[in-house]
């Protein structure tokens, strides 16, 4: 019986770990360089603009359809909206940006404090705290960038809509 044990026992080979597939490590490479996030950056910013096309659309018809009266309040009016529509895109665009970004600033923070001999339970209160820091740090960048794009589309886009408005007359 005590053979039999021997025979069925597992190898010392097989307890050695498998490594990863082949498409796991690919991935990891191309994940890692800086160009595959500038192309997801883009990607997200054309399907976000693609998918808001046909407000932008309704927003420029409306400008057209107004724009027949003399008073410069739908250039205005519309030049904001243009410039809203533009500064959320931007701020769901950079997200793809951020939130890669974030992780890795947290990770190497919570990592870092470990390192220091941080007991467990103070590790844990400090990320707690760490988290809403770069979360909140986070979102207020987000909101500063998403206004001045904002801000800037819609100046451009008001002097755009005027000047336009002047050439059809």
Known sequence: MAEEQLHQSP???????EAPPRAYAL?????SKRRTW???????????????????RSILSWYKIQSEHPSGWPALYASVMLGAVFGVLSMAA???????????????????LAFCGKP???????????????????CRVLLKEGNVVAAVCAV???FALVKSNREAD
């Open 156 to 158: 451009v886009g008001y």
């Open 120 to 138: 467990r339970r103070a590790l844990v209160v400090e990320g707690r705290k760490i988290t809403r820091e770069i979360i909140g740090l986070v």
């Open 38 to 56: 500038v192309c997801l950056f883009v990607l997200v910013y054309a399907i976000l603009l693609s998918s808001t096309w046909n407000s932008l």
């Open 27 to 31: 991935l990891l490479s191309v994940m």
């Open 94 to 112: 950079a997200l793809a940006v951020v939130i890669p970004a974030t992780l890795v600033t947290w990770i190497a923070i919570v990592v870092l």
């Open 11 to 17: 190898s010392p080979a097989a307890a050695v770990p």
